[in-house]
């Protein structure tokens, strides 16, 4: 049978019909045309990979990874990159239209579609090393990946050719300007010996597990004027590029005069250290100490003296009303537990600027809140560029006259 596709879901996946039932098929666009050989019943909905296009919309590009169709790395590289900025713009509207009765047209900001992330984490199976194929633990072993540096490119490939595999779970490779991290992370933790001389001088860092074996512990990452070092373990925004569009837009959202300002889920306090020169004062707050640790390290490095990290939980945390003029939140995919949020609005800030990388947990944060905040504007930042993650930085108001 014959289906057109008409729609994407919200994971970048192809929605077309089956006797009024949707089934959803993968590394499809809108206007393709599909012959379906077999599909799943999954009750309410139909699923697919056994699939053959026959008619190729023309809202697709020819795809350059040889890995795309079975690697669940990237789930839209056929469409092309306009074609992705407007999904991701339609797929956040949609959202908080469908979730918070909110129609705005969000902004985005864009990206280069290659080589954007500065960490990557490769998996070992059978002395290979790749990906999992999405959805499943098929592993899909790789050469080259189109979403890191030549460099980075490179290091896999001496990996490949002169690092015994045997006892290796997974590898992990993060890259500044000039440094290059590469963090083994091994079956049971296991001692193995790894010879750095391979890499001909072209890693700065190498760990086994926790320990350092080999160069510096850590790298360091420049936006603007600030610096920071970032730790095997701690966090640090991977397309460095749009991280910088995304500070300068926050920054550019501190409206209030010299504020005190509240950064939760501050992880190495990257933020909170970009934005300190526009503030009173600023407190960070993180649950991972290296992180913190770091932050510590950053404050000191970049000399700001107005800022102050805390190693706590962000829902045990408890302030007074006023404490703070604006709230920066930036927390994992599942966004603001009950706790946190409650925290929140008792502090009752005049503005909040919520970093999200889920739209769904975004809109029913913002839902929790809007009896006391209005939203007043939302800017996309592609920081994953042939996914169908993006990244939304959303400024919200105090109302007049809060319940």
Same mark, same amino acid.
């Given at each position: 049978?014959?289906?057109?596709?008409?729609?994407?879901?919200?994971?970048?996946?192809?929605?077309?019909?089956?006797?009024?039932?949707?089934?959803?098929?993968?590394?499809?666009?809108?206007?393709?045309?599909?012959?379906?050989?077999?599909?799943?019943?999954?009750?309410?909905?139909?699923?697919?990979?056994?699939?053959?296009?026959?008619?190729?919309?023309?809202?697709?590009?020819?795809?350059?990874?040889?890995?795309?169709?079975?690697?669940?790395?990237?789930?839209?590289?056929?469409?092309?990159?306009?074609?992705?900025?407007?999904?991701?713009?339609?797929?956040?509207?949609?959202?908080?239209?469908?979730?918070?009765?909110?129609?705005?047209?969000?902004?985005?900001?864009?990206?280069?579609?290659?080589?954007?992330?500065?960490?990557?984490?490769?998996?070992?199976?059978?002395?290979?090393?790749?990906?999992?194929?999405?959805?499943?633990?098929?592993?899909?072993?790789?050469?080259?990946? !189109?979403?890191?540096?030549? @460099?980075?490119? =490179?290091?896999?490939? &001496?990996? $490949?050719?002169? %690092?015994?595999?045997? *006892? /290796?779970?997974?590898?992990?490779?993060?890259?500044?300007?000039?440094?290059?991290?590469?963090?083994?992370?091994?079956?049971?933790?296991?001692?193995?010996?790894?010879?750095?001389?391979?890499?001909?001088?072209?890693?700065?860092?190498?760990?086994?597990?926790?320990?350092?074996?080999?160069?510096?512990?850590?790298?360091?990452?420049?936006?603007?004027?600030?610096?920071?070092?970032?730790?095997?373990?701690?966090?640090?925004?991977?397309?460095?590029?749009?991280?910088?569009?995304?500070?300068?837009?926050?920054?550019?959202?501190?409206?209030?005069?010299?504020?005190?300002?509240?950064?939760?889920?501050?992880?190495?306090?990257?933020?909170?250290?970009? !934005?300190?020169?526009?503030? @009173?004062?600023? =407190?960070?707050?993180? &649950?991972? $100490?290296?992180? %913190?640790?770091?932050? *510590? /390290?950053?404050?000191?490095?970049?000399?700001?003296?107005?800022?102050?990290?805390?190693?706590?939980?962000?829902?045990?945390?408890?302030?007074?009303?006023?404490?703070?003029?604006?709230?920066?939140?930036?927390?994992?995919?599942?966004?603001?537990?009950?706790?946190?949020?409650?925290?929140?609005?008792?502090?009752?800030?005049?503005?909040?600027?919520?970093?999200?990388?889920?739209?769904?947990?975004?809109?029913?944060?913002?839902?929790?809140?809007?009896?006391?905040?209005?939203?007043?504007?939302?800017?996309?930042?592609?920081?994953?560029?042939?996914?169908?993650?993006?990244?939304?930085?959303?400024?919200?108001?105090?109302?007049?006259?809060?319940?």
């Amino acid at each position: 049978m014959n289906v057109k596709i008409d729609n994407l879901n919200h994971n970048g996946v192809g929605i077309g019909r089956i006797n009024n039932k949707v089934i959803f098929i993968p590394s499809t666009t809108i206007g393709d045309i599909v012959e379906i050989n077999s599909y799943l019943d999954k009750g309410n909905y139909l699923e697919t990979t056994n699939y053959k296009i026959i008619y190729y919309s023309k809202d697709r590009q020819i795809v350059k990874c040889p890995y795309y169709n079975k690697c669940g790395g990237c789930q839209i590289m056929h469409i092309p990159y306009n074609k992705q900025l407007k999904y991701k713009i339609d797929k956040v509207k949609n959202i908080l239209e469908k979730y918070s009765n909110i129609d705005i047209i969000p902004t985005i900001e864009k990206s280069q579609e290659y080589k954007y992330r500065n960490k990557i984490t490769f998996h070992v199976q059978n002395n290979k090393i790749g990906y999992y194929e999405l959805k499943s633990k098929i592993f899909i072993e790789i050469n080259n990946c !189109l979403l890191i540096s030549d @460099k980075m490119n =490179e290091v896999l490939s &001496i990996i $490949k050719e002169n %690092i015994p595999l045997d *006892n /290796i779970d997974n590898i992990v490779l993060k890259e500044s300007n000039n440094e290059l991290m590469v963090v083994f992370n091994t079956i049971n933790n296991r001692d193995i010996t790894i010879n750095n001389d391979v890499f001909n001088n072209m890693v700065s860092s190498i760990y086994i597990n926790d320990k350092l074996i080999y160069g510096s512990s850590t790298i360091t990452m420049n936006l603007d004027k600030y610096k920071y070092v970032v730790s095997a373990d701690s966090f640090f925004q991977v397309n460095i590029s749009i991280a910088h569009s995304m500070y300068n837009y926050i920054k550019g959202n501190i409206r209030s005069n010299k504020p005190r300002l509240l950064d939760l889920y501050c992880g190495t306090g990257s933020i909170g250290i970009y !934005l300190a020169d526009k503030c @009173k004062y600023v =407190e960070g707050i993180e &649950i991972n $100490k290296d992180a %913190i640790d770091n932050a *510590n /390290i950053n404050k000191k490095i970049n000399n700001i003296n107005n800022i102050n990290f805390k190693c706590i939980n962000a829902n045990k945390i408890n302030y007074k009303k006023g404490s703070f003029d604006v709230i920066v939140i930036d927390p994992p995919r599942s966004g603001l537990d009950k706790k946190t949020t409650h925290m929140i609005r008792n502090i009752t800030s005049k503005y909040i600027i919520y970093v999200s990388c889920n739209p769904i947990t975004l809109s029913r944060d913002i839902n929790n809140l809007n009896d006391m905040y209005t939203l007043t504007n939302i800017k996309l930042f592609d920081m994953f560029p042939n996914t169908y993650h993006v990244e939304s930085v959303a400024l919200l108001c105090l109302k007049e006259s809060p319940k």
